[in-house]
């Protein structure tokens, strides 16, 4: 079984298999917090700017990490529901409308850390590259693209360092293309494919997320 060091060794993998890419105006859209150190490694290859989907997991409330749903704000915030998942732990529509209050309020909280009054950069009739540290069940993911429709990108591209390819053919509607650097079969966990999947802080978010904004001010590739 294929073990990445850290999200730092994953994203720089993703960056690699990416630069082979034909990628013209692209940025990168990272999930908070875990995608957002793989997202940086391809903003430092790449030069191309980044911003994040603020998307939050609604958990099984006996299995937290279990997504029965997601949540992805804007105007008009999006949830997907994991059917199964909801049905298997007897939860209704208004369980998860109830839970999903909750993380749209801590969506707002982040964002405002995360970002404070910077404005997001267009996606419109762009290459956007959706980033996170892995899928498991596809629920935050799904949430995201669906919210990321929205803005009318002109292709998304998913790029994640650890899949199981079931959940990668739900998904794959979605998008125009998957690029995923491994898909263990069983798959049992995102952190089994780390040697350090340790949390990623608030404070790291917000330092990446200055490079970043340094990288794009100082000037972006055309990716072409």
């Known amino acids: 079984m294929k073990q990445f060091v850290n999200r730092a060794e994953a994203g720089k993998n993703l960056a690699s298999a990416l630069g082979e890419m034909n990628l013209i105006d692209a940025l990168v859209l990272a999930l908070p917090r875990g995608g957002v150190p793989i997202g940086i490694e391809i903003v430092r290859a790449l030069r191309i700017p980044m911003d994040l989907i603020?998307?939050?997991?609604?958990?099984?409330?006996?299995?937290?990490?279990?997504?029965?749903?997601?949540?992805?704000?804007?105007?008009d915030p999006q949830v997907v529901i994991n059917s199964g998942v909801a049905r298997a732990f007897g939860l209704t529509g208004d369980d998860i409308d109830r839970m999903a209050?909750?993380?749209?309020?801590?969506?707002?909280?982040?964002?405002?850390?995360?970002?404070?009054?910077?404005?997001?950069?267009?996606?419109?009739?762009?290459?956007?590259?959706?980033v996170d540290d892995g899928i498991a069940t596809g629920a935050t993911v799904r949430a995201s693209?669906?919210?990321?429709?929205?803005?009318?990108?002109?292709?998304?591209?998913?790029?994640?360092?650890?899949?199981?390819?079931?959940?990668?053919?739900?998904?794959?509607?979605?998008?125009?293309?998957?690029?995923?650097?491994?898909t263990p079969e069983p798959f049992w966990a995102?952190?089994?494919?780390?040697?350090?999947?340790?949390?990623?802080?608030?404070?790291?978010?917000?330092?990446?997320?200055?490079?970043a904004n340094a990288i794009r001010s100082g000037g972006e590739t055309s990716n072409k």
């Open 190 to 211: 995102i952190g089994a494919h780390y040697s350090d999947f340790s949390q990623t802080s608030d404070e790291e978010v917000v330092q990446l997320l200055d490079e």
């Open 54 to 75: 603020m998307v939050r997991k609604i958990g099984v409330p006996s299995q937290p990490e279990l997504a029965a749903a997601a949540i992805v704000n804007g105007d």
């Open 145 to 182: 693209l669906k919210g990321l429709k929205r803005r009318k990108p002109a292709r998304i591209l998913l790029a994640v360092p650890v899949a199981p390819q079931d959940t990668l053919a739900e998904l794959r509607g979605d998008v125009n293309d998957i690029i995923c650097l491994e």
């Open 101 to 130: 209050a909750r993380q749209l309020t801590e969506i707002q909280r982040r964002r405002q850390i995360y970002l404070g009054e910077r404005a997001q950069v267009p996606v419109e009739g762009r290459t956007a590259i959706v």
